[in-house]
């Protein structure tokens, strides 16, 4: 019979348009920031220090997020600034999921011994303080984007590795895995094809928040200096430089922590927007 | 004079076209065991919400009443409605495992209701408690008011929440599917129970159930639903002899009967389905229009 | 042989994790405690018994989903008892299993003809799509709920998918736990009178687990009673309703609710 259950629609589409429109701006942003950058991000002219956004008064024309104290195009800096951001998020990122779901899909759909090394693996892992474990990576491997990355992999695939367990082991109960082994189908084929399609969404989720969390890791490296060695611009760095100056220059602040959180949101609600739209179930 | 009446009850999922509850219309006797019967998504678990007033917040009622003892509960305010049927009413839930809460002891998960909405002293209820521990046949109610829900088997939790339901004497439970899960032995009993409980005690019963099977050994009075819509209200006695509406016959004929295994589970035929469904569809029209 | 399935002795306990000591091994529960039984070529068995009975527990050891600590079971000659997955999968697409649970037991991210097809493709047959079409007319849906997902079917319908899939790689034999418990009514209905059609259509050997004995009369020729682990009573179907032998079968029979007013029923 037809019955009221199943009405109700979910609204999809502008999340997901929000968040993938602000990303690829970034993206072609961080792509073609060379080309498209209105100045120099380096070009210091200390005549042209502290100038307001183009909307206020004071301005010089091309300059249109201002400039910071020694007169450095606050735009272009945001706009190589991205490059760093890009991709930690993207390269950090995608390395912690595999790494991360690997692990756990095969912790928690082949259990047994399997499951013990690699849960122990991850209790002993996880014990580790992470900031000190990042600090000190650091201070050994030196200061680089790969530094970075390296740091965020090793302390975050155990975050994967224990939710991306526990939604495989949940999975593995079904009765439909059960069908797959009466069929005849042998364990990896069973994990790979029956099993990770039904974890896949959870997955996207972590990877897109864990993306955005690299982006606010690399923030706050760079804001204490201990991120990329060279003079690139981070959004991080500039944040940095601008709290000195915040009561004559708040622009110089404010537009790089814009930008920033606007893009960590974008990477949260793209995973929940990817999922609402392409989940089969859902829909 | 009835104790619970409902009329001309409709409800739908917010923002949705079609209504949950079809202008439901039926009346419980002080005393009285009404079953209310009907395939999944046919509303029978709805209308019980809505007279407990626990109707999940993505439903809403559209028009109708729901007069207990008398008075319409849609037409009171929230604080005063939730106080009535606390006083009033007990449910009788389906699932004895989430049902209790399993951070806290027995004693207190019965006693509480008693305590702050009905006003007793806390002996009061604790004795209460015990005798109707004992009344359900539990052999030790002392240990059991003492222990934790996980310390007990499915059947006597459900016996826990039979006692409850019947604590401070409510004239109306609501007893939604509660032998659904269990085996048919345990079924047995715990039927028995409810049935001797509400005749000691002579509550009105509304019960919630998909198994016409059990409706003929509890209910005196029954109302067969489809889809929101009431198709059929009578009594059991005249509803086994002879079933009125098509759908209602067919929902008989499908109903397992081992002493009768050839005249038994016969799938309800396609033209039925679609003459009660144009039925439905007919009271839509009417009720978009008027 | 005239005898699909030879049981004997069966037994099968799994270790209490709950109980388990730090160092050593769990305690075990004893699930299945000594069954011995044929299941005749062409026959429909019904297998009844409470929760707890074992009764579940002895359909998975039938189709090696589990493997016995004890006993043999005998499947067309062949000892599967503890055959390991590679002896056990060319036998595989000869017993087929029909899950309980139409929610769950679908893979919600799969196609119909997807969780139909698969296992066809695993073992090697050839014009699947034609096979699956088949499938899906035998239980009376239509061929383009192919491309629909679980959860755009109802129960029963999900139901019939099973069995499809079941069916579509013609197996001798066909285990169905519980199958019918989760339905409506009508759905119910509708599904066992496919299954009567199914097994004189296509000649099927049918284990069919439930704890209702009014489904069982209607479907099953010989009917198990279990009770803890163990057969209290078996015989053909129309003697255990006439004249059921074993205490534990009266009182199910006395338990059941009869749409009745007039059964006698205390």
């Known amino acids: 019979m037809r019955d009221g259950r199943g009405q109700v629609r979910r609204k999809v589409g502008l999340r997901l348009w929000l968040s993938a429109g602000w990303l690829t701006l970034l993206l072609l942003a961080a792509l073609l920031a060379p080309w498209i950058s209105p100045k120099d991000p380096l070009a210091q002219d200390l005549f042209l220090g502290r100038l307001p956004p183009f909307w206020m008064a004071g301005t010089e024309p091309g300059y249109w997020l201002g400039t910071d104290s020694l007169g450095r195009d606050v735009l272009s800096r945001i706009l190589h600034g991205a490059r760093v951001a890009m991709t930690v998020a993207l390269v950090a990122g995608t390395i912690t999921c595999v790494i991360g779901a690997v692990l756990g899909l095969l912790a928690g759909f082949l259990r047994g011994w399997v499951d013990i090394v690699i849960s122990r693996l991850i209790d002993i892992w996880m014990a580790f303080p992470p900031v000190l474990f990042s600090i000190l990576l650091i201070a050994v491997i030196g200061p680089g984007l790969w530094s970075i990355i390296l740091a965020i992999v090793v302390i975050d695939w155990t975050r994967f590795a224990r939710v991306v367990r526990a939604e495989a082991m949940g999975q593995g109960a079904m009765d439909y895995v059960a069908s797959a082994q009466v069929a005849g189908r042998g364990r990896m084929g069973t994990m790979l094809v029956e099993i990770l399609p039904n974890v896949l969404p959870t997955i996207i989720v972590l990877l897109t928040l864990e993306m955005g969390i690299a982006v606010i890791v690399e923030a706050i490296l760079s804001f204490v200096n201990l991120s990329i060695s060279t003079d690139d611009p981070t959004w991080g760095g500039m944040i940095a430089e601008g709290r000195t100056s915040v009561h004559q220059a708040w622009w110089v602040l404010v537009f790089p922590l814009i930008t920033l959180f606007l893009t960590v949101l974008s990477f949260s609600q793209l995973g929940e927007g990817l999922k609402d739209r392409f989940d089969p179930v859902l829909r | 004079m009835s104790f619970l009446e409902v009329r001309n009850l409709s409800a739908r999922v917010r923002g949705a076209p079609d209504r ?6 039926l009346s419980v006797a002080p005393g009285e065991v009404r079953g209310l019967v009907g395939e999944s998504g046919a509303g029978k678990s709805m209308i019980g919400k809505a007279v407990l007033g626990i109707l999940p917040r993505a439903v809403e009622v559209l028009c109708g009443e729901i007069l207990l003892g008398g008075t319409d509960l849609l037409r009171l305010p929230p604080a005063e409605r939730r106080r009535r049927i606390g006083a009033t009413c007990a449910l009788i839930p389906q699932d004895p495992l989430t049902a209790l809460n399993p951070s806290r002891r027995i004693g207190p998960q019965m006693t509480d209701r008693l305590v702050d909405i009905l006003g007793w002293t806390r002996a009061k209820a604790d004795a209460c408690a015990r005798d109707l521990l004992a009344e359900v046949q539990i052999a030790d109610p002392d240990r059991v008011l003492r222990q934790y829900p996980h310390e007990l088997s499915g059947g006597m939790r459900q016996r826990v929440l039979i ?48 198994d016409l099977g059990v409706v003929s050994k509890v209910c005196q009075s029954l109302s067969v639903l489809y889809a929101g819509m009431v198709v059929e209200d009578t009594t059991v006695r005249d509803f086994f002899r002879a079933p009125a509406h098509p759908y209602a016959r067919a929902l008989l004929a499908a109903t397992p009967k081992y002493t009768d295994p050839d005249r038994s589970l016969v799938p309800v035929a396609q033209d039925v389905l679609d003459g009660v469904q144009a039925q439905v569809d007919a009271a839509d029209r009417g009720w978009r229009n008027g | 042989m005239a005898e699909m399935f030879q049981v004997r002795d069966l037994r099968l306990s799994l270790p209490d994790l709950g109980r388990k000591p730090l160092l050593g091994a769990a305690p075990r529960i004893d699930i299945l405690r000594g069954l011995g039984f044929d299941i005749a070529k062409g026959e429909v068995l019904g297998i009844v018994g409470g929760s707890g009975s074992g009764k579940s527990t002895l359909g998975r050891a039938l189709v090696r989903l589990l493997e016995p600590t004890g006993g043999s079971i005998v499947f067309e000659g062949t000892d599967i008892t503890h055959l390991d997955e590679t002896g056990l999968r060319p036998l595989r697409r000869r017993f087929q299993m029909i899950f309980q649970d139409p929610m769950s037991s679908l893979n919600p991210r799969h196609r119909v003809g997807t969780i139909i097809g698969a296992p066809l493709a695993l073992h090697g047959f050839d014009g699947i799509p034609e096979r699956v079409e ?54 119910q209905a509708q599904v066992l009178t496919l299954l009567e059609r199914l097994v004189a259509e296509l000649g099927l050997t049918l ?24 057969i209290v009573e078996q015989a053909a179907t129309d003697r255990l309703f006439a004249a059921p032998q074993a205490a534990y079968t009266r009182d199910l029979l006395a338990a059941i609710p009869l749409p009745d007013p007039d059964q006698v029923w205390v």
């Open chain 3, 134 to 187: 088949q499938a899906l007319d035998h239980v009376g849906l239509p061929a383009a709920f192919r491309s629909r997902y679980p959860h755009e079917l109802s129960g029963g319908q999900r139901q019939r998918v099973g069995i499809a899939r079941a069916i579509a790689m013609e197996p001798d034999f066909i285990l169905a736990d519980e199958i019918v418990s989760g339905l409506d009514v009508s759905s």
């Open chain 2, 163 to 210: 006692a409850s339901a019947f604590a401070a004497e409510p004239k109306l439970i609501v007893a939604d599917e509660p032998t659904t899960a269990l085996d048919v032995t345990v079924q047995k009993e715990v039927l028995r129970l409810i049935a001797g409980m509400q005749a000691r005690h002579g509550t009105a019963l509304l019960f919630v159930t998909h």
């Open chain 2, 20 to 25: 949950l509850l079809r202008d439901v219309s």
């Open chain 3, 207 to 230: 284990a069919f687990i439930s704890h209702d004995l009014s489904v069982i009369r209607r479907l099953c020729s010989r009917v198990l009673v279990l009770q803890h682990g163990a």
